[in-house]
């Protein structure tokens, strides 16, 4: 077991920036499980910025996480491309971000259901607590969930999860597609948390759902 296989932070030095870093062709598998949490394959935070593309993750239980972006890129650009994940809770996590932050781009991934006894949830894409004028741009990823077992699993799947994201320049989602979710796209203020989120604003172009349950 295993926390991530690649962590990297400014952890010890919150306001600092960290660009032109990249993480690629790299493969990553059996990282943690639910007992101990954890188990994210590449984990970037506190403005470490990354190219992050062009790996292969199976048996994770996050593939890429983000998280306390609040300086902007001084680098080249951030990526999320083209990577090969199979995870068992989220393929993508793109999380806390403020301004002057810079945004990501997470495009041409495919993402695939993995099954976990006791796995809390399962999103292709979790994007969270996106805030000011910061963006997320999502482009032609391919997402293949499970609709099966929804009683035995104990939550539904979806294929892009969007939670308290109030960001003025919204989420965009284009093109690609989302197969066997039971959502193809869930905007919330609730997401099982103790308080509910601020409202989110998402634009869905052009992608694909099918074999959708509950909403496409």
């Known amino acids: 077991m295993s926390y991530a296989g690649m962590d990297f932070a400014n952890s010890f030095n919150t306001n600092g920036v960290t660009s032109n870093n990249h993480f690629n062709n790299n493969k990553l598998q059996n990282i943690g499980y639910v007992p101990y949490g954890?188990?994210?394959?590449?984990?970037?935070?506190?403005?470490?910025?990354?190219?992050?593309?062009?790996?292969?993750?199976?048996?994770?239980?996050?593939?890429v996480q983000t998280g306390s972006f609040t300086k902007a890129?001084?680098?080249?650009?951030?990526?999320?491309?083209?990577?090969?994940?199979?995870a068992t809770t989220i393929g993508v996590f793109d999380n806390l971000e403020h301004s002057p932050a810079s945004t990501f781009?997470?495009?041409?991934?495919?993402?695939?259901?993995?099954?976990?006894?006791?796995?809390?949830e399962w999103d292709g894409?979790?994007?969270?607590?996106?805030?000011?004028?910061?963006?997320?741009?999502?482009?032609s990823n391919n997402i293949a969930g499970t609709t099966t077992n929804e009683a035995t699993l104990g939550y539904a799947t979806a294929g892009y999860?969007?939670?308290?994201?109030?960001?003025?320049?919204?989420?965009?989602?284009?093109?690609?597609?989302v197969s066997n979710a039971n959502y193809g796209a869930w905007v919330n203020n609730w997401d099982g948390f103790f308080s509910p989120g601020g409202?989110?604003?998402?634009?869905?172009?052009?992608?694909?759902?099918?074999?959708?349950t509950h909403a496409g």
């Open 38 to 63: 954890g188990g994210v394959g590449v984990l970037i935070y506190y403005n470490f910025y990354a190219d992050v593309s062009g790996n292969v993750m199976s048996d994770v239980r996050v593939g």
């Open 73 to 86: 890129n001084t680098g080249a650009s951030q990526d999320i491309s083209d990577n090969q994940i199979a």
């Open 105 to 120: 781009t997470i495009s041409n991934n495919v993402i695939s259901f993995e099954y976990e006894t006791g796995a809390p």
């Open 125 to 139: 894409m979790l994007i969270a607590s996106i805030y000011d004028g910061v963006g997320v741009n999502i482009i």
């Open 161 to 177: 999860n969007v939670w308290n994201s109030p960001t003025t320049a919204g989420v965009t989602i284009t093109g690609g597609s």
């Open 199 to 212: 409202s989110s604003k998402l634009t869905v172009t052009g992608v694909k759902i099918t074999g959708a």
